[in-house]
């Protein structure tokens, strides 16, 4: 298992470093300078990418950029200079993880209440409302949902507020909207893993032996079909608290997703080229918390990693 | 052929009012997106400033734009762009992905680990940058539009196809193909492949409403379609800035991208339990 660990971390770091690297030439490739704009002389702008290193060869802007990354350093903002990029990110990602946790509690108390209520439900009403609502839930895309729910409950009832990130009643709008699918995923990932659970013998047995019917459905059979919520949940989260793009410029909530789409407006090479590697690293992250826990959950995982390291 | 392909269909389609929704719905929304911009008497482009901002009324049933514009005619001139754009891209993604994930599924150790962590590493950058690097670098327009959700696009195809054929490379049959000493290709094409078709069609299914979202995300935030061409998610993008005063401006192509994308989710769903089970689909979506 440390070996197994070890190794997983190792490809993580690789994985950050090439991540790094073809983000940069990417960005580099963009045709025209961030400096370019009306009025501003040809000079002016060599001058400024003079300033920024811009005017050396590709190859020495990188290891420079790699080596301010190893020291934590992800550059400066070229619409900003006196903002760092780690600036921005310290600022911009509370706010992100704040609203991304929120929904993603939302999204697992609601998603696994309902998909409990699915699988265990005798009516077959209680069934198909439960995965019609999953179904529009999952198909209607978040800017959507994120629109309609604003229209309707900030433009028309006047109830929420529409924009920004105050109090806690700002939360409501778009913590709803960006747990809509998550939930929806959820739902009918525990309906489904609860239903095949809930008719084998294991549980039949602790029936049997005389527990009740809700502490066998809780800690039986419920900790079986997690697994593959876990599973889900686990990118699902990297996405949620790396901020999403669109409910954050709906809603104008200051975070990472806010900040990316303005860095590619604004051409700020510094600025995206940072925030794709910090996103990068959470998921990258993400993604390796959640196979270590789904190996030490899962004792048939957990073998599998030991047959591919024999 | 014809005949392959309505059996096909019943596989997948036949006996389920899911299905059969979902694609009533979706023939009525292809048959308006043609037919609307060839028989209306409004153009999709043309302005006019004597109509802007009008509510509903006989002349104009979804009211028009600030500019003057028909919406009605707009908006399903958009729906034709979004799903030309989600038909098109799909297509190429599901042909990369099937092709990508077979060959990386079947080489197995070193090539399989190598073309995997390639694959982690495309699907890590936000596509919203290979959008822009294509728009920079060919114009905006549908084409490179396509390109750029191709870029990304078939990774999750890729991976449920590698899985599938990992899977399938074990079963009996599959060694009794090789024992026979048949070609590794001949293996993979006529014996692997063709027991992956249902993983291949759902997910097929599914990666059009994928597409056609992330048109219409990235057409909202302002890259992507460019004028005079519009597709929903620029059209709605255009309602934004008079949300407050105009909010059906916004409504209706909005309805429009919903019900469209929830016919195709319904159509993906149902050939989905046909092909037998929820197949551990976790597709990650981006961009959400």
Known sequence: MARYTCRRILTGLLSLFVLITVTFFLVRIIPGSPFQRGGVSESVVEAIEQEYGLNEPLFTQYLSYIGGVLHGDLGISYQDPAVRVTEVIARAWPVTASVGAAALIVSLILGTGLGILSAVSGRRSVKQVISAGGMIAAGIPGFAAAILLMLVFSVKLKLLPASGLLSPVHYILPVAALSLYPAAMVSRLVSSTLETELTKDYVLFARAKGLGRRQVIFTHALKNAYLPVINYIGPASASLLTGSFVVESIFTIPGLGREFVGSITNRDYTLILGLTVFMGAVVILVNLITDLLCAWLDPKTRRAYREERA | ?288
Not at chain 2, 157 to 186: C, D, S, T
């Open chain 2, 1 to 288: 052929m014809l005949k392959r392909i309505r059996q096909q269909w019943k596989t997948y389609m036949g006996g389920s009012r899911m299905a059969a929704a979902g694609c009533i719905v979706l023939a009525v929304w292809i048959l308006l997106a043609v037919m609307v911009p060839l028989v209306s008497p409004w153009s999709y482009s043309a302005q006019d400033a004597q109509i802007r901002n009008q509510g509903v009324s006989l002349l104009h049933w979804f009211g028009t734009d600030r500019f003057g514009r028909d919406l009605f005619t707009r908006v399903w001139y958009g729906a034709g762009i979004s799903l030309t754009v989600g038909i098109a891209s799909a297509l190429i993604n599901g042909a990369i992905g099937v092709l990508y994930g077979a060959v990386s599924g079947f080489a197995g150790r070193h090539m399989d680990l190598i073309l995997m962590r390639i694959a982690d590493i495309i699907s890590a950058i936000p596509s919203m940058l290979y959008v822009i690097l294509l728009t920079l670098v060919m114009g905006a327009g549908i084409g490179s539009m396509i390109l750029g959700l191709c870029v990304a696009g078939w990774i999750g195809m890729a991976r449920m196809v590698r899985g599938e054929i990992l899977k399938l490379k074990e079963m009996e049959y599959a060694y009794a193909a090789r024992m026979e000493g048949i070609r590794p290709l001949r293996i993979l094409l006529r014996h692997l492949l063709p027991n992956a078709a249902g993983t291949i069609i759902v997910n097929l299914i599914f990666l059009v409403p994928q597409a056609i979202f992330t048109e219409a995300f990235l057409s909202f935030l302002g890259v992507g379609i460019e004028a005079p061409a519009a597709s929903l998610g620029t059209i709605i993008q255009e309602a934004r800035s008079q949300m407050m005063l105009y909010p059906q401006q916004m409504v209706f192509p909005l309805l429009v991208l919903c019900v469209m994308l929830l016919a195709l989710n319904m159509a993906g769903t149902a050939a989905e339990q046909k092909a037998g089970g929820r197949m551990e689909t976790v597709r990650g979506r981006e961009d959400r």
